[in-house]
C-alpha cells in the first residue's frame, strides 16, 4: 500500500512581485485537486534566520564527513589523511 499525499509545499527560488505572482497562483488553482493556493509573504528577516541555519547545518555536515575522530588518540583528524593533528598518527598526544 502507498502513502497518500494531501498537499504539496512549493518554494520558489527567487522573491516574485505580486503582481507577476497572480498568473503562477492561477496556474497552481488550474491544476485537478488543487482546493486553495495561498501565497506567502516575503520576510526579510525570516529569510535571513532561515539561510543562517541552513549555512550552518550544511557546515557541520561537511565537517562531520571529512574529520573523523583518530582511532589512537581521539584527536581530530582529516579524513583520510592516516594521521590526526595531535599524534600524527603515532597514537601518543604531543
Same mark, same amino acid.
Given at each position: 500500500?502507498?502513502d497518500?499525499?494531501?498537499?504539496?509545499?512549493?518554494?520558489?527560488?527567487?522573491?516574485?512581485? #505580486?503582481? %507577476?505572482?497572480?498568473s503562477i497562483?492561477?496556474?497552481?488553482?488550474? +491544476? =485537478?485537486?488543487?482546493?486553495? @493556493?495561498?501565497?506567502? #509573504?516575503? %520576510?526579510?528577516?525570516?529569510?535571513?534566520?532561515?539561510?543562517?541555519? +541552513? =549555512?550552518?547545518?550544511?557546515? @557541520?555536515?561537511?565537517?562531520?564527513?571529512?574529520?573523523?575522530?583518530?582511532e589512537?588518540?581521539?584527536?581530530?583528524?582529516?579524513?583520510?589523511?592516516?594521521?590526526?593533528?595531535?599524534?600524527?598518527?603515532s597514537?601518543?598526544?604531543?
Amino acid at each position: 500500500m502507498t502513502d497518500r499525499h494531501c498537499g504539496y509545499l512549493v518554494t520558489l527560488a527567487e522573491d516574485v512581485r #505580486e503582481d %507577476d505572482g497572480r498568473s503562477i497562483v492561477a496556474a497552481l488553482r488550474m +491544476i =485537478r485537486g488543487v482546493v486553495d @493556493v495561498q501565497p506567502v #509573504e516575503a %520576510d526579510p528577516m525570516v529569510e535571513t534566520m532561515l539561510k543562517g541555519r +541552513i =549555512r550552518n547545518n550544511l557546515f @557541520v555536515a561537511m565537517r562531520d564527513h571529512l574529520f573523523t575522530a583518530c582511532e589512537h588518540c581521539g584527536g581530530v583528524g582529516f579524513l583520510g589523511s592516516g594521521a590526526c593533528s595531535v599524534c600524527k598518527g603515532s597514537g601518543k598526544r604531543t
